[in-house]
């Protein structure tokens, strides 16, 4: 029997829990895209409503995939476009309004190729963590390999498995042991992490409740009980 006491990891805030649908950040961007459009069509030109094209682009970068952002990018110019077609109808041209039109067409292209630079520096960081979580892992299992290879009777081999399933799982605490009877029994080995008890630590003559004992339907090799708290 293998018990393993997981080490309590921090709570993540709701700041990194939450993160919008792609479908949400889709929808929110096309509303706002129609609503500075809407503001830039029907103002003078002179108020530059136009600059805020920028900001459905920003706002597509947040999730889902990148033709999300250029298709923001595409639809922000063609509304920008149009916006001072209907501006142009209205009160004519000068200077001045070409000079803003120019300069939020500049800012809608600027922020466009910036917010794919960032998600694509974000997927490639993505990448980077997960090829260095699968090669953290790889080492590990090899160390764990290691640690129990050798000519070892069976109670040093408990012992080394015992410690070295214990830095493998990163557990608080490793009970090997055989189960006789729904008691605990030897041959037994239990390690457990720098700084903690060993109060609570199942040892052998101890009888074992049913969650213990019985596999969870469905469940595969590893099952949890108190909660998610062990691991059995």
């Known amino acids: 029997m293998d018990v393993f006491v997981p080490r309590p990891q921090p709570a993540l ?3 990194h829990l939450w993160r919008p649908a792609e479908s949400q950040v889709s929808g929110l961007s096309l509303a706002l895209l129609l609503l500075v459009f809407a503001l830039d069509a029907l103002t003078p030109a002179r ?11 920003a706002l597509s970068g947040l999730a889902g995939p990148k033709r999300i952002t250029r298709l923001m990018i595409l639809l922000s ?4 476009l149009l916006a001072a077609g209907i501006n142009a109808t209205e009160g004519g041209w000068s200077a001045y309004d070409l000079a803003n039109r120019m ?6 292209l600027l922020v466009g190729f910036l917010t794919l630079r960032f998600r694509e520096a974000s997927t490639r960081a993505a990448l980077l963590d997960a090829e260095e979580y699968r090669a953290q892992h790889e080492r590990a299992l090899r160390e764990l390999t290691q640690a129990v290879s050798g000519p070892y009777d069976q109670a040093a081999f408990l012992e080394r498995a015992a410690q070295a399933l214990l830095e ?9 042991g055989a189960v006789s009877k729904a008691v605990l029994r030897a041959p037994y080995s239990a390690a457990v992490s720098e700084g903690r008890d060993t109060f609570g630590l199942l040892v052998p003559g101890q009888r074992l409740s049913t969650p213990f004992l019985a596999r969870p339907a469905g ?3 590893v099952w949890a009980v108190q ?3 062990t691991l059995l």
């Open 13 to 15: 805030s709701a700041k």
């Open 47 to 57: 108020l530059v409503f136009g600059i805020l094209f920028a900001a459905p682009i």
């Open 77 to 80: 110019l063609v509304g920008n």
């Open 103 to 108: 300069l939020s067409v500049l800012s809608a």
């Open 168 to 176: 493998y799982a990163g557990a608080s605490s490793v009970v090997l």
């Open 219 to 221: 469940s595969g090799l």
């Open 227 to 229: 909660g998610g708290d």
